[in-house]
């Protein structure tokens, strides 16, 4: 494939094809120098629209005077005359913003031209999308990409540590959806899955945020969900330099936040070199007071089998670094690089309290009753557990997660007269290591302890004497390493070809390869002397905290400190002998390879003055081989496993757009669409255990899962820069995974009469849903966004389950996002909400095990006061209503986990200087 588009590229790159009659090209951008991209051009009896950089062409058009129409809501209308000699001709209009509201004239600030831009992408769009650029971006306090996600139509996030990590898009769980650097797949930095983790990038970096939920023929089709991609920045047509220096606090653990950013662009060289330069830093010390239970059903009723009480310090830095250059051969060809670095450590100590096989204790009888939800269980294992790592100037003591992400492309556009070729190679690195990994842990069974179910939204258990913490005995002292590493090297040749004024002819190919990898270690200490008998004989303190967030009756206890765990000598041979326990970690050392090979073919026609088509047919193409590791358990022997597999998939696609009056749209979608299986479902691991009668295997001949996808969507745009929008969605999911367990299975290398556990296609499920959207600049500065999306699933097909009404993993009912805000001269302020309903994370066993994500709640405000045109103070308040992350099992009063992080406040001032004259 790679031969083929090399073959084609030099090939057109070598024509040397003359036009008889004149074109135009050209870039459209605002009076401070920036690119309007979805600018509507119109010349003679043809019309385009300006790409991300704000580019247009036109092709066999006449020579001599001609007039250009340029329409953009939010700005004025340009009309201009243009004198086309034969042959190639180049020329840049600039578009004067502002609006009509109340027979007054409004100049529009930097929030509006955000707005403005997105608005007219999305009108401009030929498949159903979001839009939210930068600039709006930055009109919410949002740190991360993941944050800003949350306000569109039809998105809610799934958080960890208080921020925005995983996305889910119209009920569908991450693993459906794709994330896209400037239309290239984002490598994962995570373990044993696809997903992107969206905290990872902060939202200073990006331009623009596309959300594609219907996804066209030249898109890769991994988008059940949709598929986010996010679009760098781009060269301004002048010198412009900008930046931000903030600070705040963070309210739960009373530390400072430190963060900063810089852009510097331009184009040089007779405007044919074109750079942008950016950066950003982040520096924030938070944590998260959490509590967490199991529940089970005994003949005493449902209690708890396991509780914990945990406390976590974190230090988050993230760095981010991207450069874009563009440069123009001549009118008609240009070149591309660009290239992001991001880096984001997470130094954590967590400290764990807890209490274990309290399920055995009510089956033994070992306990007693007082009453109103509250027994005292005399057969409790307690443990105390410090999580921390060595000491070094690197680790700090901490668990340290180094992720790394970084992706570089080269891309180019050709125009052959009527033909126009663009094409990329993108190499791309996602890695993850976790270094110098400890755990400490003391912990004694038959404990007295308390359990209080009274309460079960706020469930407690504890020992009975808390002075009894300090005697609990050591149990195990271990080190860990794990590093994995997602490395990609894509490549895309596209073509477009107008066969007439009315109609395109579109067609590429792509190939995508990747090297994924997860290598880990654990090891066990035991001290030669055995200093270390119990928490009392080593450096500790209590961390016991009256302000615990969920509950000042959760009272931790006393643990090792994390210093004393980092300063151990544990590779000291005469301190400590080290055991390598392989069935801790071999199970999850695998390498796995894939390549997919696409190709498309699309119509993009004009119907007439209202109706356009596009049609358009894909073809997928999937190579995969994995190893694994199978590890017997009682005779601790591990052998490995190869296996390859290949699929094909043809993915038709229909998308209408008819244009009601003015600048109403009704569009319409028919697409087809896949989901690979997670990385580690696919790894030909096998775990036996002889004694039990157990083995658990990987299954790398899972199917891909595939989608029939069918969107409506009407839309009204309002020149003073707003919409109105109501849309209809269904999807149909085919070959649905999960994980399933068979009894008295016979198996060629292990035997009979074993229970086996695979991932394994089979069932089926329908996700219906609509969403509704209105933003509008109301009266004298205010203005109102506001969204709802509403959302039903079922699946079938679940063993075991194929009674019970079964919603899809992630799909939650309600959705809504809220903000009022206020503009003048100086002055920009708004408050956001953001709320989305519970729904089911998680299926088990029963419907007494399903887990399920509780409903959130988050507010949140900013505010801005420009001193000068180029500098502002800014001030901005996140998670006001210290919403937490809940789990519950089976029904909302069980609580399963409860996690609060509180609000936290950044104030700063912003700058931007432009050299436009």
């Known amino acids: 494939m790679q031969r083929i588009f090399t073959s084609i590229t030099f090939f057109f790159i070598c024509l040397n094809l003359q036009a008889q009659n004149a074109s135009l090209s050209g870039k459209v951008y605002d009076e401070n120098g920036l690119v309007l991209p979805g600018a509507t051009v119109k010349l003679e009896d043809k019309a385009t629209i300006t790409d991300v950089n704000g580019s247009f062409y036109f092709s066999s058009l006449a020579t001599g005077e001609q007039e250009i129409h340029i329409t953009y809501i939010g700005y004025n209308t340009l009309d201009r005359s243009v004198g086309l000699s034969q042959g190639t001709n180049s020329q840049n209009f600039e578009m004067q913003s502002g609006i009509t509201l109340q027979d007054e004239v409004i100049i529009l600030g930097d929030r509006l031209k955000g707005q403005a831009k997105a608005l007219n992408q999305q009108k401009t769009n030929a498949n159903i999308t979001n839009v939210v650029s930068s600039d709006q971006v930055g009109k919410f306090p949002d740190a991360n990409i993941g944050d800003a996600l949350k306000r569109i139509p039809g998105i809610t996030m799934q958080n960890d540590q208080g921020e925005a990590r995983d996305i889910v898009i119209r009920g569908m769980a991450p693993q459906f959806n794709a994330v896209t650097l400037n239309g290239e797949r984002i490598p994962s930095a995570e373990g044993d899955n696809r997903k992107v983790q969206m905290d990872l990038i902060p939202s200073d970096m990006i331009q623009t ?173 307690v443990e105390y557990q410090t999580k921390g790592g060595i000491d070094s100037d690197r680790v700090k003591a901490k668990r340290l997660e180094d992720q790394r992400v970084w992706n570089y492309t080269l891309n180019g556009n050709h125009r052959f007269d009527k033909l126009q070729a663009t094409w990329n190679v993108t190499l791309a690195k996602a890695s993850e290591e976790r270094p110098g990994e400890r755990y400490i842990s003391f912990r004694d069974k038959d404990q007295v302890v308390n359990l209080e179910i009274r309460d079960t939204k706020s469930p407690s258990v504890y020992l009975a004497n808390r002075a009894d913490n300090l005697a609990i005995g050591l149990d195990a002292i271990s080190e860990q390493y794990e590093y994995t590493s997602d490395k990609d090297l894509n490549a895309k040749l596209d073509f477009q070809l107008p066969y007439s004024n009315k109609g395109v002819f579109k067609f590429g190919g792509r190939l995508r ?351 801005a006061y420009a001193f000068t045109p180029a500098i502002r103070l800014y001030i901005e308040g996140n998670n006001l209503t210290n919403q937490p992350l809940r789990y519950y099992q089976g029904i909302s009063s069980r609580t399963m986990q409860k996690e609060f992080y509180n609000a936290r406040y950044n104030v700063g001032l912003k700058f931007d200087l432009s050299g436009k004259k």
Not at 802 to 817: K, R
Request: net charge negative; glycine share 8%.
């Open 209 to 381: 945020i596309q959300v594609n939920k219907a996804v066209l023929p030249n898109m890769d089709a991994d988008a059940i969900g949709g598929s986010v991609n996010l679009v760098t920045r781009k060269a301004p047509n002048d010198l412009r330099i900008s930046g931000t220096l903030g600070s705040g606090i963070n309210m739960l653990s009373k530390k400072p936040i430190y963060n900063g950013a810089f852009v510097i662009g331009n184009r040089i060289l007779n405007e044919k070199l074109g750079f942008v330069l950016s950066g950003s830093y982040n520096n924030h010390n938070f944590g998260s007071d959490n509590v967490e239970a199991v529940w089970v059903e005994t003949d005493a009723g449902a209690v708890i089998d396991e509780f914990d009480i945990r406390k976590y310090t974190v230090q988050r830095v993230r760095r981010s670094l991207s450069a874009n250059f563009d440069y123009d051969l001549s009118p008609n060809h240009s070149i591309g690089f660009s290239a992001m670095y991001n880096w984001r450590d997470d130094w954590e100590n967590r400290l764990r309290m807890r209490v274990s096989k309290l399920e055995d204790a009510f089956d033994d009888g070992e306990f007693t009753s007082e009453g109103d939800g509250i027994y005292n269980i005399t057969a409790g294992r």
């Open 513 to 863: 390869t990747k090297e994924k990898l997860r290598d880990q270690n654990y090891f066990e200490y035991e001290e030669v002397n055995e200093t270390i008998t119990d928490l009392a004989s080593v450096s500790n303190a209590d961390y016991s905290d009256l302000n615990f967030l969920p509950g000042s009756q959760y009272q931790v206890g006393q643990f090792a400190t994390p210093e004393f765990l980092g300063k151990l000598d544990l590779n000291n041979t005469s301190l400590f002998e080290k055991k390598d326990v392989p069935e801790e970690y071999i199970s999850g050392i695998y390498s796995a390879n894939e390549s997919i090979t696409g190709g498309y073919v699309m119509v993009d026609q004009q119907l007439n003055k209202k109706l356009s088509a596009i049609l358009g047919l894909r073809y997928e193409y999937t190579n995969i081989d994995y190893t694994g590791n199978i590890y017997n358990i009682d005779e601790e022997t591990v052998s490995q496993d190869s296996r390859d597999n290949a699929y094909g998939n043809l993915l038709p696609g229909v998308h209408l757009k008819y244009d009601l009056r003015g600048n109403a749209i009704l569009r319409f979608a028919w697409t087809n669409t896949i989901a690979r299986p997670s990385y580690y479902d696919l790894v030909p691991f096998a775990n036996f255990s002889p004694q039990d009668s157990e083995l658990e295997r990987g299954n790398p001949d899972l199917k891909a899962s595939t989608a029939s996808n069918l969107d409506v969507m009407a839309e009204n745009y309002f020149k003073n820069i707003g919409i109105v929008s109501a849309g209809f969605f269904y999807k149909n999911i085919s070959n649905f995974i999960y994980s399933q367990t068979i009894q008295n299975y016979a198996d060629p290398v292990f035997g009979t009469d074993l229970e086996y556990t695979l991932p394994k296609n089979g069932g089926t499920a329908e996700v219906v849903g609509m969403e509704l959207a209105l933003q509008r600049q109301l009266w004298k500065g205010f203005g109102i966004y506001l969204n709802y999306t509403y959302t039903h699933s079922s699946t079938s097909g679940i063993e075991g389950r194929e009674g019970d009404d079964l919603a899809l993993p992630g799909t939650a009912n309600n959705m809504f996002n809220a903000s009022l805000s206020y503009e003048n001269k100086k002055l920009v302020a708004r408050v956001s909400l953001n709320y989305a309903s519970d729904y089911v994370d998680e299926i088990g066993g029963s419907a007494f095990e399903d887990r399920f994500y509780d409903k959130q709640t988050f507010l949140d405000v900013n505010a």
